[in-house]
């Protein structure tokens, strides 16, 4: 998308006839077809990734949830053992 930005009119004409002189015009519509369903596979399976990570999301929140409980009860039992040894040293 941006490169066509930078390719002027002159460019892309030359390019278009090297793209002629090596695979011949009557090449250039399978050419783009093939191209065409290259593009839809990639826009598949690109949806289908996104839709497994998805899917993996709320998993890992989950995950999250029950380290967060867990760091938050060692760290209340730590301080209440060091509570409860402060007290009872004299």
């Known amino acids: ?50 839709g497994s990570l998805e899917q993996l999301k709320e998993p890992v929140r989950e995950v999250q949830q029950a380290v967060s409980e867990a760091k938050e009860s060692v760290t209340k039992t730590i301080e209440k053992e060091l509570s409860e040894d402060e007290t009872t040293t004299p």
């Open 1 to 50: 998308m941006f490169t066509f930005a930078l390719i002027g009119g002159q460019e892309l004409a030359i390019i278009l006839v090297i793209v002629v002189l090596l695979f011949g015009a009557s090449k250039i519509p399978q050419l783009m077809r093939s191209l065409g369903e290259g593009v839809r596979e990639f826009r598949r399976v690109s949806r289908d990734v996104e």
